[in-house]
């Protein structure tokens, strides 16, 4: 019998043993990370708040869905989800952001149904059975995929048949009329004086290296410790910085808030 660790510390008793068994657990997980990703996805969305610690996103067999952090127990009853799925949340575009933890919990899905056919012992025939299961359904990535799609033709519909009301817009997370992550672009226009600009920024060091600042490089600016860095310090280039809200750099990305 495996005792499920739930959120919270709760435990409960629940023993898959069979291939139908275990199939019937991936259904009703599946099920509650798609109902988490698509029909709850508001409530999900603000649930994962990046100022909180690791969090994760669970899948019970009963069609629910829990954010919390990950099991006390090392090692854990059983495999756990990606852990820290909250701190990339403001980095990234929603779709995008939503689109990663699908993956995830993809992959999870999975990790847990083989965990169930290697602690009962399935054989190949077994396991191959299983699979084969699983397979038939589409992945939590792949539905995501296509309702993303519908979206984007339904809004498409929308923005043609408003094409003459130029005021009428929508803003929320992901718009343009969000704010922007603060960048130190290069300095581009010919009539600027280089030398005051370098004046201006000449005590700025990168966070990362200690590299001084330069006109001619991309820097960024994070929202927390409020300390800058070279883009290709922390992997951020001008493109990808124009989709960011609120820039999170590594360091205070890794911190962990104790309550």
């Known amino acids: 019998m495996v005792m499920e660790v739930v959120g919270g510390g709760e435990t409960a008793a629940y023993s898959p043993r069979t291939v139908e068994e275990v199939f019937t657990d991936f259904k009703g997980r599946r099920a509650a990370l798609i109902k988490a990703l698509t029909?709850?996805?508001?409530?999900?969305?603000?649930?994962?708040?990046?100022?909180?610690?690791?969090?994760?996103?669970?899948?019970?067999?009963?069609?629910?869905?829990?954010?919390?952090?990950?099991?006390?127990?090392?090692?854990p009853e059983l495999p756990e989800p990606a852990l820290g799925i909250n701190f990339a949340r403001d980095g990234m575009q929603e779709r995008d952001w939503l689109s990663l933890v699908a993956v995830h919990s993809d992959a999870w899905l999975l990790s847990v149904a083989l965990y169930f056919?290697?602690?009962?012992?399935?054989?190949?025939?077994?396991?191959?059975?299983?699979?084969?299961?699983?397979n038939d359904l589409p992945s939590i990535f792949e539905v995501m995929a296509v309702i993303a799609k519908r979206q984007s033709k339904e809004k498409s519909s929308v923005s043609n048949n408003s094409i003459h009301s130029p005021k009428?817009?929508?803003?929320?997370r992901g718009s343009e009329s969000v704010k922007h992550a603060k960048v130190m672009p290069k300095n581009e226009?010919?009539?600027?004086?280089?030398?005051?600009?370098?004046?201006?920024?000449?005590?700025?060091?990168c966070g990362a290296c200690g590299g001084s600042y330069a006109a001619d490089e991309f820097w960024i600016c994070c929202d927390i410790c409020?300390?800058?860095?070279?883009?290709?310090?922390?992997?951020?280039?001008?493109?990808?910085?124009?989709?960011?809200?609120?820039?999170?750099?590594?360091?205070c990305s890794n911190k962990r808030v104790r309550p």
Not at 117 to 134: H, I, S, V
Not at 189 to 205: A, R
Request: glycine share 6%.
């Open 39 to 75: 029909t709850d996805v508001e409530d999900f969305y603000q649930q994962c708040d990046p100022d909180k610690e690791n969090l994760c996103l669970y899948g019970f067999p009963n069609e629910e869905w829990e954010v919390n952090l990950p099991a006390d127990e090392v090692p």
């Open 168 to 172: 009428s817009s929508s803003k929320g």
């Open 117 to 134: 056919g290697a602690r009962f012992g399935f054989d190949k025939t077994e396991r191959e059975r299983l699979f084969n299961m699983m």
């Open 226 to 251: 409020e300390k800058w860095f070279h883009g290709k310090c922390v992997k951020i280039t001008p493109a990808r910085a124009e989709h960011i809200k609120h820039y999170k750099c590594p360091s």
């Open 189 to 205: 226009d010919e009539g600027l004086d280089e030398e005051d600009d370098d004046d201006e920024h000449g005590k700025t060091v």
